[in-house]
């Protein structure tokens, strides 16, 4: 005799106006355990998520991580600091460049190497184009997510826009490996800050597209407005940063409250704006992403403003054939794009570091997720999941 | 709520306002995009500048160059001069499978024998054929571009510089004496 199983839209179903119900509360529910991923078209990459539910609710929820796991850590300790940015710029493959940009600020700083004034200011630059196009990327794959196909064209077409300059100045499209400890790699080439600046006006003026097309839709609101709450004191205790913890009223943003670059006199200048909101919700979430593109490109128009005013200089500095750091340790933190990108660097004098660990935005991010979905119904784990902006090789390193 | 759906006109406005407009999408098999000089494309090689020295293969995060030589010995220029020897490639492989496109064995190379070329249509059916010998890689050297001028307020190329230099002692050495190139 088999045991005859009841598993409707029971207890988990209170809270439902009854047509939405199907069932009533008097029948009797089963916990169901059921998998998200690692493959599954609503996330994107190789997340599991181990949902147990009841009903639609869901009671628990798993994230399952290390699917995509390299061992980056440890790879990066036998790998010198030039083929080192080569793995950085991987791990999370949209902040390229934010991401290498703190392998070479670690080991400036154990060097005390100053770097020239004009790699300061293109960096920056650079720094910032890479996050308007992080942020494209997730203002377009947001709304596809939660069913609106439109909205990717149009991001597409302003990273396509920048993803052109950079490719010009760097070569690559996504891995710039630009970086190098002292500076950049190469000089800009001429012309190309009117380009760049040509870029940026091109995106800021086709911006509010997407603003219309996405941010006043109605369905939209109804998918993500007070939808996967997260708290302030949740955004601390998990360690959450970025724009997800900006969203929910953190006002923590390492270019402002622990300047590195060229962001103290950007801050000072007052075109380094904190966005931030309170609501905490998924359309809080979206909302400070597309404000973050606006300060960026502000950020990205006075940076090109300074690089054409500073006076001729090298762009990095001349190294010795074998680069060592000296012995010590240091954690150099910087603002990327998804949020904090920690490298803690431990050098005992070798041409390889002994240890560099690797601390990710989007793991703390994720970590978050069982305490955001508790509670919530199935059709919202996909607007929520996708309003967490992660890249699964940030998580798994 | 009276606006309701006015969120969704907007939205509208914004689709129907771009179907005026003129695609962006590429053509791409039909019209070949236009890449920039500094693109990372395909990995070109020199032979004659290559002197075997290990740089880039040992540099290689991924270690996909293969390298093999032999040496030769050339009579001496002079008369009493010594033998020398001399380094032949053999093999000069690199996996494209494996590369990173990273560029470090580019910037290694201390006698410029590997350079970027923008390429890229190099896709094959066998993984094996991403394994490109040297005479594929030389033949690429006929698609490397010129690197683009830079900036104004750039330093000056090295070679600029050290060409400049070179330039400057030949005028100014006296007529007889130029030194050797």
Known sequence: MTEQRIVGLGAG???FRSYERGGGDELATEDMVL???????????????????????????EPIVGYMHRGVEKLFE????????????????????????????AVERMLGMEVPVRATWSRTLLAELNRVLNHLMFLGSYPLEIGAITPIF???????TIQQVMEELSGGRMHYMFNRVGGLKEDLPAGWLDRAGAAVAAVRRRLPEIRQIILGNEIFKARTQDVGQLSPELVQAYGVSGPIARASGVDFDLRRDEPYLAYDELAADGVLRVVTRDEGDCYARFSVLFDQVQVSLDLADACIEQLRSLPAGPINQRLPKILKAPEGATYCWTENPLGMNGYYLV?????TPWRLK??????????????????????DMVAILGSMFFVVGDIDK | MSSWGSGLLDGLRVTWRNLTRRSVTAQYPDAMPVLPPRSRGVIALIEENCTVCM???????AWCIYIDSHKEVVPPVEEGARERSRNVLDQFDIDFSLCMYCSICIEACPFDALHWSPEFEYAEYDIRDLTHDKDRLRDWMWT???PPALDPAAEEPKEVVAARKAADVKDTAPPGQEPKA
């Open chain 1, 154 to 160: 149009y991001a597409f077409r302003e990273r396509e």
């Open chain 1, 358 to 379: 690797l601390r990710s935005a989007s793991f703390n991010n994720i970590a978050v997720l069982p305490e955001v979905l508790g509670g919530c119904v199935v059709a």
């Open chain 1, 347 to 351: 050098s005992r004098g070798e041409k």
């Open chain 2, 144 to 146: 490397v571009p010129v």
């Open chain 1, 13 to 15: 179903a209170t809270g």
């Open chain 2, 55 to 61: 740089l880039c293969a040992r540099e290689c995060p």
């Open chain 1, 78 to 105: 036998v790998r010198d600091y030039r083929q080192i940015i080569v793995l950085a710029n991987r791990h999370d493959w949209l902040s390229a460049f934010s991401s290498e940009l703190g392998v070479v600020l």
């Open chain 1, 35 to 61: 998998n998200i991923g690692p493959q599954h078209p609503a996330t994107h990459g190789v997340l599991r998520l181990k949902l147990t539910l009841d009903g639609e609710r869901i009671v628990a929820c």
